[in-house]
């Protein structure tokens, strides 16, 4: 499996800049108007794209009272049934067309996730760059087989996936036609903490499956995203609202614009700063690195007279001697006056 690959023109991977998603996900509240809406701010905050869910209710679960479709206390959407949060949730598929559309105007990548083999066949009608694996789909390998036979590149979330299943997941990739694949650790609580992000599981996902990898982040915030990066994050998904205040299913682990653009730039700094081992003068320090310590005449001197504590000191700014030679020049005598504010030199001394 190859590390870098390329959506839509940009090249993805390592030392590459880090590529960011805006994750639409329920936040659409139902309205096609929002939803374009917020297209246009993802664009204007520098994301590099926008993510639909691809799936209906029927598709993803069945109508059912029963206790295993109702959400447990202890998450966003407790007490809902499953195919309620799904039918409020759902992207109508008839939106897609103008959706995509208006990304294509807008100059911004649009891909989605499919949930089941219909959403697969029906997205490969608008010719999408990329597909993307869900954590909560790891486990459908019928699935995964079908989304790798288009030959289009994958982004996968591993969430709430085992190791076991992520070997898996990687395997029927690979089988099946996937050659470029980005894996993307994923904590999938919504919200999750920044103490469960484990981010040093992202150069270990690195090593073992040798491709590019990111990470889908549902804390509040950006601050791990940003950390993540250092880590070697080539890819950063979040979720993406107008404002929170609006409601929605997903709007409390979502990011507004202003944060999105915040972001964008925080990661692109973050990426930047990671540079290279280095221990040579940078440009901005060859002012500053004649300001550190060195020993100065602090009282007039005159020739012949001795060195003390008292006439020289380790002061700024650096163009005496440096002060490792400070034991070696006390009790030596000065071959010339001495000014108070004098650099000290090795010529100055018997």
Not at 266 to 272: L, P
């Amino acid at each position: 499996m190859r590390n870098h690959l390329t959506i839509d023109g940009i090249n993805i991977g390592p030392n590459e800049p880090p590529y960011i998603i805006a994750e639409i996900s329920a936040n659409h509240n139902g309205s096609i108007d929002r939803a374009i809406e917020l297209i246009r701010k993802a664009k204007a905050a520098g994301a590099h794209a926008i993510k639909l869910q691809t799936y209906t209710a029927d598709t993803m679960t069945i109508d059912s009272e029963a206790p295993d479709f109702i959400l447990p206390e202890g998450n966003t959407w407790a007490g809902q049934k499953l195919y309620d949060l799904y039918t409020d949730a759902a992207m109508p598929w008839e939106w897609h067309d103008a959706l995509f559309e208006e990304a294509k105007k807008l100059g911004i990548t649009a891909f989605s996730t499919p949930y089941e083999e219909t959403a697969v066949t029906f997205l490969e009608e608008f010719d999408v760059p990329v597909y993307k694996i869900a954590s909560f789909e790891m486990n459908d390998l019928p699935l995964i087989r079908r989304i790798a036979e288009t030959g289009r590149p994958v982004i996968m979330s591993t969430g709430i996936a085992s190791l076991e299943e992520i070997d898996e997941a990687v395997a029927t990739l690979e089988d099946n036609g996937c050659k470029e694949l980005v894996l993307l650790h994923c904590v999938s609580g919504y919200p999750s903490m920044p103490s469960e992000a484990n981010l040093a599981t992202i150069p270990a996902l690195a090593q073992r499956y040798g491709c590019a990898v990111g990470l889908s982040d549902h804390t509040l915030g950006i601050g791990v995203s940003v950390a993540s990066i250092s880590m070697g994050a080539c890819m950063i998904e979040k979720h993406f609202t107008l404002r929170r205040a609006d409601g929605g299913p997903d709007s409390s682990f979502s990011l507004e614009p202003e944060e999105l653009a915040a972001l964008v730039s925080n990661c692109a700094v973050a990426f930047e700063a990671q540079g290279a081992p280095n221990f040579k003068t940078t440009d901005s320090e060859q002012y500053t690195m004649n300001y550190g310590r060195s020993l100065y005449v602090v009282n007039d001197i005159q020739c012949g007279d001795t060195l003390t504590p008292e006439n020289i000191r380790s002061i700024r700014p650096g163009f005496g001697l440096a002060p490792k030679y400070y034991d070696e020049v006390i009790g030596k005598t000065a071959t010339r006056d001495l000014k108070r504010g004098e650099p000290l030199r090795l010529e100055d001394l018997s």
